[in-house]
Nanobody, 124 residues
């Protein structure tokens, strides 16, 4: 069982920045692929970013490419999402997810464990 706890969400003005964190339990975090997804009211949960177990490969949704950066610290069992140049359309609940098989990617179905989510609101 892997527990994921997100933090760092909040209210920010358009153009501002936030850094989300996701702390994971377990001794084998370094073998997990990690992802960030988001869900806006009335919409499906969508892929935002993913990172390979070593951190050597990253993937982004087109809508956030160039503005968001995913990173991880395997010594701290933590994955981050740095969000810059935020837009009102980035408003959503952001979820951290872990794929214990190390594959990750953009598909929700690949991920085995999910956090409870942290809300991000971007005002115009």
């Amino acid at each position: 069982q892997v527990q994921l706890v997100e933090s760092g969400g909040g209210l920010v003005q358009a153009g501002g920045s936030l850094r989300l964190s996701c702390a994971a339990s377990g001794r084998t975090f370094r073998t997990y692929a990690m992802g960030w997804f988001r869900q806006a009211p009335g919409k499906e949960r969508e892929f935002v970013a993913a990172i390979s177990p070593s951190g050597g490969r990253t993937y982004y949704a087109d809508s956030v490419k160039g503005r968001f950066t995913i990173s991880r610290d395997n010594a701290k069992n933590t994955v981050y999402l740095q969000m810059n140049s935020l837009k009102p359309e980035d408003t959503a609940v952001y979820y951290c997810a872990a794929d214990v098989h190390g594959l990750g990617g953009t598909a929700r179905e690949r991920y085995d464990y999910w956090g409870q989510g942290t809300p991000v609101t971007v005002s115009s």
